[in-house]
């Protein structure tokens, strides 16, 4: 593990950008509170974002529900594909700004959320452009021969979406592109570490000829301005990606409104090699997954289940790939691995680590802070703990940090028993060269995705989402967009 320096490097426009209070336009006239986001590589301050009281959150949902009235909602499907096309077309102009905004806040490196998370959120809309001309409902058989029954699919109106820290620019994009190809108008509240991408998006979707509310960004803290969007009247639908404490709280508030929710949320995600895996191929996958983006991804393969007699080998991989890793800030041209998001956070993934090692745990590689050039930011070893029991915190709850847990197995009865033995389903990766087995154990694993020989794959066009406490409801797709739609019956007399 080498460490880097931190880079100058902001393009003009994101100095622009951040340079003042970071203010949404549904707060144009905000004189108070604020608060300040922090650059997680160095812990200096970065800029003071607002935090948007009950009665601008009020403005921002009556102004998007007034754009589901008369513009956004009553615009023909190829227009509204128009736009998205044209909204994916600015994304890109301004690929490298966007990236720059996710890098400094969240500390991830910016040259992967620049062909990542940028190239995922364009794909988003993309995917959805093509939609708006392709929403159809049916014609129904009914016992009265001379009436005539049909279906449409309805919009909801305002859809409240909530996002986190981690894929900011990313996750607003799996929101808003659905939302808005079905015909909804959004109001987006991001995490409020990392604001400043989707205030830009905001900006850029009205470049694109978004009409006028149909998309407002309001921020603040969870507590305030995302409590007055989910329980506001006019807002049926929630979408929620976030914490699993959050997620709980939110579906009962839902639950006791009857508004619509879906919900993406954590997972302790059980990656298994067997023996007769290619392992240099698969180690390699495993150590990359644990450590990309620090350990900070919901589907991060955090679990790795090893078949026993190829541990040795899969560990050596791991480390070399660890020892590779150039740990250094967001903004870096160089980092392949940067900080964690806060202080706070890295203290719980480093009390994850030491109550592992008390409890008997090998840690063969890491677990401490990073000292040094980059000791003002919040930056944590790449760590591995080997045979921590199952029901250990750190094997079975979401880190969300560097930290791979790696456990043996010796057969494929063990290994589906501990592997499906989580509240969580999320995601799965299975390694092996035997394809029936993959095709048996896919179907038994408990999770949302399950990936075969490879490990991260995602694509707008392929349904996401958790099973268990990882979530209810599905992102990408046609699932992702039939959970902004309803449907209507309508029945003509003969
Ligand atoms: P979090 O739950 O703390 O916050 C998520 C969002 O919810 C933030 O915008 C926050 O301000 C808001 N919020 C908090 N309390 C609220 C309340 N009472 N009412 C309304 N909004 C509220 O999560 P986080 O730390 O930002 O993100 C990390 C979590 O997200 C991890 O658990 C991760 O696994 C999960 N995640 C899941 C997916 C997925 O696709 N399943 C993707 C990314 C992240």
Not at 280 to 285: E, F, I, L, T, V
Not at 312 to 337: K, R
Not at 427 to 447: K, N, P, S
Request: hydrophobic share 45%; proline share 6%; net charge negative.
């Amino acid at each position: 593990m080498t460490a880097t320096t931190p880079l100058s490097g902001l393009l003009p426009e994101a100095e622009r950008f951040i340079s003042q209070p970071a203010v949404p336009a549904a707060a144009a006239h905000h004189d108070g509170p604020w608060i300040p986001t922090h650059d997680p590589s160095t812990g200096r301050e970065i800029t003071q974002v607002a935090a948007c009281s009950p009665q601008e959150v009020d403005a921002a949902v009556r102004a998007a529900h007034d754009a589901f009235t008369v513009s956004w909602g009553r615009m023909s499907p190829v227009a509204r594909e128009r736009v998205l096309h044209r909204l994916a077309d600015l994304i890109e102009e301004h690929a490298l700004e966007l990236a720059q905004y996710d890098a400094l806040e969240s500390g991830k490196p910016v040259a992967f959320v620049q062909a990542i998370d940028i190239g995922l959120a364009v794909e988003q809309f993309r995917y959805y452009a093509g939609w708006p001309t392709k929403i159809t409902g049916t014609v129904v058989p009914v016992a009265d021969p001379s009436a005539h029954v049909y279906t449409t699919r309805r919009p909801y109106g305002v859809v409240a979406a909530i996002t986190p820290w981690n894929f900011p620019l990313c996750q607003a994009a799996i929101k808003i592109a659905p939302a808005l190809a079905a015909g909804n108008t959004v109001v987006l509240k991001p995490s409020e570490l990392t604001s400043l991408s989707t205030l830009r998006l905001a900006e850029l979707a009205l470049e694109a000829g978004l009409p006028e509310g149909t998309l407002s960004v309001i921020t603040g803290p969870g507590s305030g301005a995302g409590t007055a969007l989910v329980t506001h009247a006019l807002v049926p639908a929630i979408s929620f990606t976030g914490s699993e404490a959050v997620g709980r709280h939110l579906a009962s508030q839902a639950g006791a409104a009857l508004k619509h929710i879906s919900l993406e949320l954590g997972g302790k995600n059980p990656n298994v090699i067997f023996a007769d895996a290619d392992i240099q191929a698969a180690a390699s996958a495993a150590a990359a997954t644990a450590f990309f983006y620090t350990g900070q991804v919901c589907f991060a393969g955090s679990r790795l289940l090893v078949q026993e007699n190829v541990l040795d080998e899969v560990l050596q991989v791991v480390h070399d790939h660890a020892a590779a890793l150039v740990v250094g800030p967001g903004l870096s041209a160089d980092s392949t691995m940067g900080p964690l998001v806060s202080s706070a956070h890295r203290d719980k993934v480093r009390r994850y680590v030491d109550e592992a090692a008390r409890a008997g745990a090998d840690i063969t590689t890491g677990g401490h802070d990073i000292g040094g050039e980059l000791a003002g930011g919040f930056f944590f070893e790449p760590t591995v703990v080997l045979n921590p029991t199952d029901d250990s915190p750190v094997a079975s709850e979401e880190v969300f940090g560097p930290v791979l847990v790696v456990q043996t197995f010796s057969d494929e009865d063990e290994l589906l028993r501990r592997a499906n033995a989580t509240p969580y389903g999320l995601t799965a990766g299975l390694w092996t060269r035997d394809v029936g087995r993959a095709h048996a154990l896919a179907d038994r694993l408990e999770a949302g995705t399950v990936w075969v020989n490879t490990y991260g794959d995602f694509s707008a066009s392929a349904p996401w989402g958790g099973a268990k406490a990882s979530g209810l409801g599905r992102d990408c797709g046609p699932d992702g967009l039939n959970k902004y739609l309803e449907t209507k019956s309508v029945w003509v007399a003969g």
